[in-house]
């Protein structure tokens, strides 16, 4: 392993993160400038910045270094940048005391990070703005991947840099759309923030704020799940509700679906195995729910949520509408089941490591 290239890489990756947190920073002083949150923010952003610019300095790397480049380089990249921006993406939530030990906020972050959803807070609606926000940017951050954004970023890598973007890419398959791996990482990004865009809109046109559209959209594309409500997506209307379940789908489908679809090859997704077989799961499970539910008069709109239940458990992003524990236990095991199943390879659901 070339250690120097490696710390060198992680050290910028340290950098964008530290950027990043400039977002919440900004709805932290747009509450109120002079909190123990803002503070928070202003010394963790420098912290990571002195951290960034000490790294550069200790492990300089020239252009040629990245000829060097291995998939054991990789992998190390990958693994050390996910810790490394969860220790520095932690600080403002152990700062500003909205956790109360700096371990609940590393776990906090890196679950945000992987998206995995996994939460020790319990009482959301209780936490400032600037880190609801934060924590759900990390979702969004996280679910295309950070160091496939500084792929995407960096003015030349060489062809070594497929060394990352395989490691990262997600899916169980790095497949390259363009012949240079920098062009593809833009390209996957390009169509990760339109996506967000469009859900955004669609949100605040359903009665969200800017601000729960943005984070609910982090943590639908991101297939997280961060919510900044207890109830999640119950405390908003039905058509909030179809949205998010739209999206749900697009998240977990294989990014280069939606890049076919936007070159105008709908023939070529709709072929496509995979995708059929992840499209029919949704509407078997969904009418089998909506069915059961109906019968049984467990909950009120037995379609909208069977649907949202399957859509959401099966793309592993774990948003509610209902409280499923009081469902038949026969649904139970069908969404334990549909949970092992996921989304499609190349989703930000499977950013599996190949």
Not at 160 to 174: C, I
């Amino acid at each position: 392993m070339h250690k120097r290239l490696v710390f060198s890489i992680i050290s910028r990756v340290v950098f964008i993160v530290s950027v990043f947190m400039l977002f919440p920073l900004a709805w932290a002083a747009s509450d109120s400038f002079y909190s123990l949150e803002t503070n928070a923010f202003i010394v963790a952003i420098l912290a990571g910045l002195l951290c960034a610019v000490l790294g550069r300095c200790f492990f300089s790397s020239r252009e040629r270094d990245f000829e060097m480049m291995n998939a054991k380089d990789g992998l190390a990249i990958v693994g050390l940048a996910w810790i490394v921006s969860s220790g520095i993406g932690a600080l403002p939530l152990w700062l500003s005391q909205a956790v109360p030990t700096f371990t609940d906020a590393f776990f906090e972050i890196a679950s945000g990070f992987t998206t995995t959803g996994a939460s020790i807070l319990t009482d959301i609606e209780v936490l400032p703005r600037g880190i609801l926000f934060w924590r759900s940017l990390t979702h969004w951050l996280g679910g295309m991947g950070i160091v496939v954004l500084f792929v995407a970023l960096l003015p030349s890598l060489g062809y070594n840099a497929y060394h990352l973007y395989r490691a990262e890419a997600p899916g169980v398959t790095s497949e390259r759309i363009l012949p240079r791996i920098k062009e593809t990482a833009k390209l996957l990004w390009e169509v990760y923030v339109l996506l967000s865009a469009a859900q955004t809109a669609l949100l605040m046109y359903g009665g969200m704020s800017f601000f729960d559209a943005a984070c609910h959209t982090f943590g639908t594309m991101a297939t997280g799940g961060f919510s900044t409500k207890n109830a999640s997506i119950a405390a908003f209307s039905p058509f909030v509700q179809w949205v998010v379940v739209v999206f749900m789908i697009l998240a977990g489908m294989n990014f280069l679906f939606h890049v076919q679809l936007l070159r105008g090859r709908p023939a070529s997704v709709v072929r496509n195995e995979e995708f059929r077989v992840y499209f029919w799961l949704i509407v078997g499970a969904s009418v089998i729910f909506s069915l059961v539910l109906w019968q049984t008069q467990t909950v009120g709109a037995p379609i909208r949520h069977g649907v949202f239940q399957v859509v959401s458990i099966m793309t592993t992003t774990g948003y509610v509408t209902a409280d499923f524990n009081l469902w038949p236990g026969a649904l139970r095991f069908g969404l334990l089941l549909l949970m092992f199943v996921g989304g499609c390879g190349g989703s930000t659901d499977r950013k599996s490591v190949v």
